[in-house]
Structures are given as structure tokens and as C-alpha cells.
């Protein structure tokens, strides 16, 4: 498994998300409540591409007339048929065990930039330690 | 490793043979687009009155919603307006990558043939043809439009269809389903008389305010209940038309169902025919059973695509409702649209695919 380098954390803040092309695949990283996941892009029912959904929570109810909406932020609903997807593990809430989209790993970690290459410095190199948000595949 | 971000439109997915899509909504960019179609006098009474329905809700509509103006999420033009408005945008996203060779345009705003001030449906009728010739047929050859009319003015809606009629790109005439009456009804039969004589099918699309509950059972509670009774009122017009004995008449008259399913034709063939056997002393006009007249005037798009449990039920409802009668359809851009690419949730021979895909229609819209 290798990482892969998909953003500086501070690029996608909470509750957004980067579409990116890892080894031939359309990766979408979110940003849930500080946490990444990152799926596939690709919506299992028709192909849509996920991340141009809307995130909500999830209504739940034990009974006619009483709900509550619990996990906000963390459910997806997909652009075209409203197929809600939880974004910490790709699987659908209809029908998880068959209707689900690949799950990568990620991780942050710190990484050191090169010099020159995120900030212009002019007489001294300068080494700047930033969070930056891995996908391993 | 580099990082990059995927552009905004599709990857194309070029389908195996060029595709003909039965179904596209236009919008106009604003309220105002129609302005130049319309004469002053009725620019000005689309801002003081505006559009009377036979509707029960406020701010909202009986049709599917779940997203907003019920189109999918990702297509609003980069350029502005609502989708289905840019036609380089919906060159981009729809008719390029799927490989779409003819388009059919069918403008459902304004809900004209449910407008109640009729000489405001006729003018509006009139604009809806004219704004589709300017804004789309002229600029797209790939693009077909769909004759509006105000159906109940039988008479006014006649004159429009024989004003359009010459212009070939127009390929079907609407009517709305949610209706005052039964669609079969007789004060409805000057239209069906002219669309026979210009050889122009009627397309029924699950469109109109009538007024009526939406089910048999009163107002229902739930949204999905609404998205499911659209295609409950599919037998309703389907039974009207055939035993009133429009097909009798207008025996040449084509009629395409869309957006109104299909799966539960072969049940309601099943049901009328044995009906008619035991009632036929009722509607002796009638002079075959009901199953004929469905077999040989009525066609209908596939979206909504059947899903069902067990993918090989679709290819035996195929096999039920006709493969001849299935004209492809994805209703771009609203949200239950179907993908061309996943229509189909079981395996079709390319030949099959092309057969529903482009032949059928190209035979019944005479391309």
C-alpha cells in the first residue's frame, strides 16, 4: 500500500470535501467533524458522482410521531436518487451489505515541504511542518 | 504521486450505439424568458395575476421534490439559471457523453394544459412552441420539440397544433395526464382527430393539475406516495381512452405513455380484457377487446426504470408489455433520472440495447 498525498488538512475543512485522481480512480475525501474518509466517487445504484451530494443526518424513529435525528454530518445523500451513504464506511443505509461504495484508508501526518515549494522564501530555506491528509491504496 | 482535481462534467461514456432520449425538460432561465413569445398584454398579466391552478398547495407542487426544483444535484449550469436551462451545458453533461442522437424536449413549466384561464393557456401554448423553436430547435439539430396545447380548449389547441404542425421538428403533441376528465372523454377528441390527421402521436407525460386527489384514496401523506401515483394514473388513462372508444375512431392515432411506467400494463390488458368479455353489453363501440387497442396504439418510455429484486423479472416484463413498445427515455435533469449507461439492472444483447436504446424510437417518431 502506498500513500498517497491528496491535501494540506487546512483545504478541506469540516463538512467539505476534494475529489481526487489516485491511480486511475475518482477518490472523494471528506472531512467529517475533523476525521477523513475517503470513498470512491462513484455512487454503486447509477454512478453518480458522490461528492457533488448533500450531507444530513439520519431521522430515526422507534415509533409513528417520535424522531430524532441522530449521527448530523455524518450521512451522504447522493445527487441523483437520494441514496444516503455514511460517510465513515461507504455502506448505504437501506441496504448495507450489498449496496456500498469502496472504502479507502487515510491518515495525517505532518509532512516537511520542500523549500520553495509552498512558500516563497528569499535569503534563508525555510522548513515548514504542515498536517497533510494521506489516502493509502 | 500528483494531485488532481477531477474536472466537474462526466467522464464520456460512450454508449455502444448512438441514443435516442424520449424524455428532456428545458427550463427557461427566469421568469421573464418567455417574455419575448408572449404579447404585452399577456407579459403583463404573467406579472400581476400569474398562473391560476386547480392545485391544493402553496410555495410547492404535488410532483416529486426531494431535491430542489426535483433535479439532480450536480446539474445546475456553472453559468447560472436552473437546470435543463443551458443548452451548452446540457450539451456537456447530456447529449455529448451519452452519445445522444436525437433529444426529445418536453417543457413541463407554467402546467398549461392545467391553466384554468384558458385564453392565458393559449397564449402561454403558443410561447412554450416558439420559445422551444428559438431557444433550442434552432440551435440543436440533435433536439425535437413537443407541441403544448391548452387541452381544454379543444378548439384553440387545434388551431396551434395546425399552426406547428409544418415544422417537422416538433414530434408529438402533450397532453396531461391529470386532467378535469378522464382523458377519453369526448370534448378531448378534436385534438386526437387532428393529431391522426397530421400522423403526430399523442405524448402523455405524467404532467397536470387537475385538481383531483392524486390517488383513488384522497390526498396521500408522503411524498413517495406522490412519485408512486404518477404511475397510478397511467390505467386510469389508458382504460378511458380505450373504452370510450378513441382507438375505435382514431384507429392510426399513437399514443407514448411517459414517465408513467410501464410494468403494470400486461396485469391491466389481463384485467380489461376479462372485464369487457362479461360487460362488453355497456360499450358495444368497442369492437375488439380493450388488450388490442393497447397492443396496437400505446407505447412507453422506460424511466422510471424498473429495479426489481430479481434482475431476470425485468427481462420477462420486457417480454409482457413488448419489446417494440419500450422507447428509452432519461428525464434529464430531474433527479430520478436514469443513467443510459445503468438503466438496466439485467443484461440485455446489444441488439436488445439498440432495439430500446434507438430503434424503437426511431420507428415511432418516424426519425
Not at chain 2, 375512431?249 to 390488458?269: C, Q, T, Y
Amino acid at each position: 500500500m502506498t500513500k498517497h498525498r491528496i491535501a494540506l488538512v487546512k483545504e478541506i475543512p469540516p463538512g467539505s470535501n476534494k475529489v481526487v485522481n489516485v491511480r486511475g480512480r475518482e477518490i472523494c475525501v471528506f472531512n467529517v467533524g475533523g476525521d477523513f474518509f475517503a470513498l470512491l466517487n462513484r455512487c454503486p445504484h447509477e454512478g453518480a458522482r458522490l461528492s457533488r451530494g448533500v450531507i444530513v443526518g439520519l431521522p430515526e424513529s422507534d415509533e409513528p410521531g417520535c424522531y430524532k435525528l441522530s449521527r448530523p454530518g455524518e450521512i451522504l445523500r447522493c445527487p441523483w436518487h437520494g441514496w444516503e451513504f455514511d460517510l465513515k464506511t461507504g455502506k448505504s443505509h437501506c441496504d448495507p451489505e450489498r449496496m456500498f461504495t469502496k472504502q479507502y484508508k487515510t491518515c495525517v501526518e505532518n509532512e516537511a515541504a520542500e523549500p520553495g515549494r509552498e512558500l516563497q522564501a528569499e535569503t534563508f530555506p525555510v522548513v515548514v511542518e504542515e498536517a497533510t491528509v494521506f489516502v493509502e491504496m | 504521486m500528483t494531485v488532481i482535481e477531477s474536472p466537474q462534467t462526466g467522464v464520456a461514456k460512450k454508449a455502444d450505439t448512438g441514443i435516442i432520449d424520449c424524455d428532456i425538460h428545458p427550463l427557461p432561465k427566469n421568469a421573464k424568458s418567455l417574455h419575448p413569445y408572449l404579447p404585452k398584454r399577456w407579459q403583463e398579466h404573467a406579472e400581476h395575476f400569474g398562473g391560476h391552478l386547480r392545485q391544493p398547495f402553496i410555495h410547492t407542487t404535488q410532483y416529486p421534490r426531494s431535491a430542489p426544483l426535483i433535479c439532480r444535484r450536480d446539474a445546475w449550469p456553472p453559468s447560472g439559471g436552473p437546470p435543463g436551462s443551458d443548452l451548452d451545458f446540457m450539451r456537456e453533461q447530456h447529449l455529448d457523453p451519452f452519445n445522444i442522437i436525437n433529444g426529445i424536449l418536453i417543457p413541463l413549466f407554467s402546467n398549461v394544459a392545467s391553466e384554468r384561464n384558458l385564453d392565458y393557456a393559449n397564449a402561454l401554448a403558443t410561447a412554450h412552441n416558439d420559445w422551444q423553436v428559438s431557444e433550442w430547435l434552432d440551435k440543436e439539430p440533435r433536439l425535437r420539440g413537443t407541441l403544448v396545447v391548452s387541452q381544454d380548449d379543444p378548439a384553440a389547441a387545434v388551431k396551434e397544433i395546425e399552426r406547428c404542425a409544418r415544422d417537422k421538428r416538433f414530434v408529438q403533441i402533450m397532453l396531461a395526464p391529470r386532467s378535469s376528465e378522464p382523458l377519453g372523454r369526448q370534448r378531448y377528441w378534436p385534438i386526437f382527430e387532428a393529431a391522426e390527421a397530421h400522423d403526430l402521436p399523442l405524448g402523455i407525460h405524467s404532467y397536470g393539475v387537475g385538481g383531483n386527489a392524486s390517488t383513488a384514496g384522497g390526498w396521500p401523506s408522503f411524498y413517495m406516495d406522490e412519485h408512486y401515483a404518477t404511475t397510478m394514473g397511467g390505467p386510469a388513462t389508458m382504460s378511458s381512452m380505450v373504452l370510450e372508444g378513441v382507438l375505435e375512431r382514431f384507429p392510426k392515432l399513437r399514443v407514448v405513455l411517459v414517465e408513467i411506467g410501464f410494468a403494470w400494463v400486461p396485469s391491466f390488458m389481463w384485467r380489461m380484457d376479462r372485464l369487457w368479455e362479461r360487460m362488453r353489453g355497456e360499450i358495444p363501440h368497442l369492437v375488439h377487446p380493450p388488450s388490442h387497442y393497447v397492443k396496437r396504439n400505446f407505447w412507453y418510455t422506460t424511466q422510471p426504470m424498473e429495479e426489481p429484486s430479481r434482475p431476470n423479472d425485468l427481462r420477462r416484463t420486457f417480454d409482457w408489455v413488448g419489446w417494440d413498445k419500450l422507447l428509452f427515455s432519461t428525464d434529464y435533469p430531474h433527479w430520478d433520472q436514469d443513467d443510459p449507461a445503468y438503466a438496466f439492472n439485467v443484461k440485455l444483447t446489444p441488439a436488445e440495447r439498440r432495439q430500446i436504446c434507438r430503434e424503437n424510437a426511431e420507428g415511432f417518431y418516424r426519425f
